[in-house]
């Protein structure tokens, strides 16, 4: 009898989960990337970068995303052998010509490439904001 209260339930969740990603992502320039609210879906076109000093934990690795107007940190899945919306770990030491990323249609882009990233700003304190990646894509 219990089963039949706690389905509905779960079908209403699923719904509204489904509902907030269907919901079209927020078209930003780079420097307008921050100032969204935390957890705000965002898509933004620019070029990214191997930083000087590249920070990972827990297989996410955040690099620098860049356009005409700013630049922010954007956080990838990372691993020698990433899949589609992937960083390739770069060698130890690198240079900015190591950056290779899998697209979301399987095909890598470098520094050179003009990509759109697709995923929320997140907001870990006051000071600190970058956009963590669920897509990217060849502009």
């Known amino acids: 009898m219990k089963i039949l209260y706690i389905l509905p339930v779960l079908v209403l969740l699923a719904a509204l989960a489904a509902c907030s990603e269907a919901a079209p992502p927020v078209a930003v320039t780079v420097a307008e990337i921050c100032q969204q609210a935390a957890g705000t879906r965002v898509v933004a076109e620019g070029h ?59 095909t890598t882009a470098d520094r050179n490439t003009l990509v759109r990233i697709t995923g929320p700003v997140r907001k870990p304190s006051d000071n600190v904001c970058y956009l963590d990646v669920h897509t990217v894509e060849r502009q």
């Open 48 to 106: 990214l970068a191997l930083p000087t000093f590249m920070t990972c934990t827990e297989g996410q690795c955040q690099i620098s995303f860049y356009d005409e107007t700013d630049s922010v940190f954007v956080e990838f899945v990372a691993s020698d052998t990433p899949g589609n919306n992937g960083l390739q770990m770069p060698p130890d030491p690198y240079t900015e010509d190591n950056l290779s990323v899998v697209l979301a249609d399987g």
